[in-house]
């Protein structure tokens, strides 16, 4: 039976592109070919692992780190994340951006931390 494989780019790696297969996490496929991607907990919990996509489809439905508005803005979970068509992607700690505050810089408001209660979910945010 026919392997189906996709094509990544990595487009803040100069455009370096890889050939990987459909059914396994982009993180092990790209790691296998030598490209040093950041990560932790390997489950899809942690987002030490995020990377940002820039074109394609993925499918990373066991990934439990990103909230919506992290998965609208094109983030994914390399760990988990497997290609469904040939994709572009930022890597490494550049495409990690938008997803940390830094509390010391960028203190929450008081609205915010009540918006931090731990009876709410992490995707109810605007
Ligand atoms: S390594 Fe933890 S979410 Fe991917």
Do not use: W
Not at 25 to 52: H, M, W
Not at 83 to 107: C, Q
Request: charged share 25%; net charge neutral; hydrophobic share 35%.
């Amino acid at each position: 039976m026919a392997v189906t494989t996709y094509r990544v780019t990595l487009a803040n790696r100069e455009n370096a592109t890889f050939e990987v297969v459909a059914r396994r996490p982009l993180l092990e496929s790209l790691r296998e070919q030598g490209v040093d991607l950041p990560y932790g907990c390997k489950y899809g919990g942690c987002i030490t692992c995020a990377a940002k996509l820039t074109a394609g489809i993925v499918d990373q439905r066991r990934q439990v780190a990103l909230n919506k508005r992290q998965i609208n803005a094109g983030y994914v979970i390399l760990c988990v994340a497997r290609p469904m068509s040939d994709v572009t992607l930022e890597i490494g700690v550049d495409s990690h951006g938008a997803l940390y505050r830094n509390p010391f810089l960028d203190p929450l408001e008081p609205h915010d931390l009540r918006q931090a209660s731990p009876h709410q979910r992490l995707d109810d945010g605007p």
